[in-house]
């Protein structure tokens, strides 16, 4: 199998466009090997997801982004599927609401840092405060524009205390989207699925796209890389993330703690049972 995480990273300071990507590639590999690979890299990461637990001094956390329908929510059920979910944590990104309102863009992110010893999945991320934020002119150019190196300094802070962080970029065409789109409308198990927003949204693919490639270009850092996956085939989508997620946990080298006392003269005794 192909070592897809060197060829879908984004190189740091790299002129990356989304537009000279094929969101239907699948980097020459076929549906049948890519299944047998996918159940290979499932048990790879569940084993280590048992040692990032055991060794306790570490965390990993995987940042999702994508256009809408990009298939975040799917990739979390079937990539991680097989791991623990008491050594999982999910945070969904929302509109900040709240208290959330009453700080700065990343307290919130830094909160749901994952603790060490745990995986945490941000769906939607900080990376909203230089997406939607810059697209639908939330705030001036002027204070959006100089997040990219403040996100780049919170990453780079969270890696050296030891947050491996991968970022991944699920990437759809429009024509896509919308196929998606129609199938939420169609089926009233995944109505609720789909919102008048949506459509409106779509008027400002353009405009994603170009934040995205600003994203890519300015964040994609040798400690906190991102991965431009081509997501229109979901097989592909979640073959790619297993495989460079449990690359990069098994990169961090990570190994089970030494017992707490010398258990060589302590042998099983029956009158234990």
Not at 115 to 133: A, M, T
Not at 180 to 200: G, V, Y
Not at 226 to 235: D, E, G
Request: proline share 4%; hydrophobic share 40%; with cysteine.
């Amino acid at each position: 199998m192909k070592h897809l995480a060197k060829e879908l990273i984004v190189l740091p300071n790299s002129k990356v466009k989304l537009a000279a990507i094929d969101p239907d590639g699948t980097h020459g590999i076929d549906k049948a090997a890519a299944a047998d690979q996918f159940e290979k890299n499932c048990k790879r990461l569940s084993l280590f997801q048992y040692l990032l637990y055991a060794e306790s001094r570490r965390a990993f956390l995987v940042v999702l982004q994508g256009i809408d329908a990009g298939g975040k929510d799917g990739t979390i059920r079937h990539v991680m599927s097989g791991l623990n979910p008491q050594g999982v944590s999910v945070v969904p990104f929302k509109a900040p609401d709240g208290e959330e309102r009453r700080h700065d863009y990343l307290w919130r992110v830094h909160k749901a840092v994952p603790e060490y010893g745990k995986l945490g999945i941000f769906n939607r991320s900080h990376y909203e405060d230089v997406l939607i934020v810059r697209v639908h002119n939330l705030v001036p150019k002027a204070v959006w524009s100089k997040r990219y190196d403040q996100i780049n300094d919170f990453e780079r802070m969270l890696t050296e205390s030891g947050v491996r962080i991968v970022k991944f970029l699920l990437y759809i065409s429009k024509q896509e989207q919308a196929k998606r789109f129609r199938l939420r409308l169609e089926d009233k198990a995944k109505n609720w699925k789909f919102s008048p927003d949506d459509i409106k949204e779509r008027e400002y693919w353009d405009q994603y796209i170009e934040a995205y490639d600003d994203v890519l270009r300015k964040c994609s850092t040798e400690a906190a890389p991102w991965y431009v996956i081509p997501a229109n085939r979901k097989w592909f989508r979640n073959l790619a993330v297993s495989q460079i997620m449990a690359d990069a946990l098994e990169d961090m080298d990570l190994k089970y703690p030494k017992p707490a006392a010398d258990l060589s003269s302590i042998h099983f005794d029956r009158t234990w049972i």
